[in-house]
């Protein structure tokens, strides 16, 4: 690079990094929604700051770089590109998703969720699709739904299918369709359900320095739970966000589920896990009943 090419190449830099720290964490949160540190962070922002500082420097602005200043821009010309994003983590995607509808819209609404279960039933790489209906409420529901892969989750929703069903549930619908992407943390093998189970969900969010001990007392009261009386599933998802979890029960009938409240391992858990680790309260459990 000459002496011209590389003042343009400095001028361009720093016109790129007037916005550097706006850029920096739209780029960041885009990417890495867990703001963790990566290889293309350490790349990307010391090259743009390298910008700020060449293109400012007196030699620059005369349009005759410093040795120094040529040095530093080979530097960065020189680094390796950024790295590639990281992989989709292996294994199934659980999908849960909640949707509310205008109470009138209920019927409405669970026409097109039903036809939605049932046509994702029938594509490839899924493995399980439920509605649930929360109970007390008219126009609650919430999608659960097991695929294969990432590959598998994500052909799906370019489906056809996928598409006409969203147009058609946008109008009746009385907030945004929130749908919540999760990896294994602690799923056992799926049973049958009797038709009137008891279906809870429970939305954990724990603070970052909590999350080790808020991981000992879910694998605690999985192992724990899964002994009680009348339980049919007590599962574990891993959020997008490490410190994010979701809990999907079913249970027999109410009384089982209200003797499971009731047991010591389940007040210790609560307990423990809102003095430790929880961001808000862990008892955001919501009951629901299975749509057939």
Same mark, same amino acid.
């Given at each position: 690079m $000459?002496?011209?090419e590389l003042h343009e190449a400095a001028k361009r830099i720093k016109r790129e990094a007037l916005s550097t720290q706006a850029f920096f964490w739209q780029y960041s949160s885009l990417t890495f929604p867990d703001r963790r540190k990566t290889v293309? &962070?350490? #790349?990307?922002?010391?090259?743009?700051?390298?910008?700020v500082l060449l293109a400012g420097t007196p030699a620059m602005a005369t349009g005759h770089p410093s040795t120094a200043a040529r040095g530093a821009l080979s530097d960065v010309e020189g680094q390796a590109p950024p790295a590639s994003p990281p992989q989709p983590a292996p294994g199934p995607r659980y999908i849960v998703t909640y949707v509310d509808v205008a109470p009138a819209s209920e019927a409405q609404a669970l026409t097109l969720l039903k036809g939605y279960r049932d046509a994702s039933r029938r594509e490839?790489? $899924?493995?399980?699709?439920e509605i649930l209906q929360q109970s007390g409420r008219r126009g609650v529901f919430v999608v659960v739904e097991e695929w294969r892969d990432d590959g598998a989750w994500k052909a799906h929703r370019g489906a056809a299918h996928v598409t006409q069903f969203h147009d058609t549930l946008t109008p009746i619908r009385t907030s945004a369709y929130d749908e919540r992407v999760h990896t294994t943390f602690a799923v056992g093998a799926a049973s049958s359900a009797p038709g009137d189970a008891v279906y809870v969900v429970t939305h954990v969010d724990v603070v970052p320095n909590g999350l080790p001990k808020a991981r000992e007392f879910l694998h605690g009261q999985v192992e724990q739970t899964r002994k009680d009386n009348g339980n049919v599933r007590f599962n574990v998802l891993q959020g997008a966000r490490m410190n994010h979890f979701t809990v999907l029960e079913?249970?027999?009938d109410e009384?089982? &589920?209200?003797? /499971?409240?009731?047991? @010591? /391992? #389940? &007040?210790?858990?609560?307990?423990?896990? &809102?003095? @430790?680790?929880?961001?808000?309260?862990p008892y955001d459990e919501r009951l629901y009943r299975l749509v057939q």
């Open positions: $000459n002496e011209i293309q &962070r350490r #790349t990307l922002f010391p090259a743009l700051m390298v910008g490839d790489g $899924n493995v399980r699709a079913a249970w027999r009384r089982a &589920r209200e003797a /499971h409240v009731a047991a @010591t /391992h #389940t &007040r210790a858990y609560r307990e423990g896990l &809102r003095e @430790t680790a929880v961001d808000g309260a």
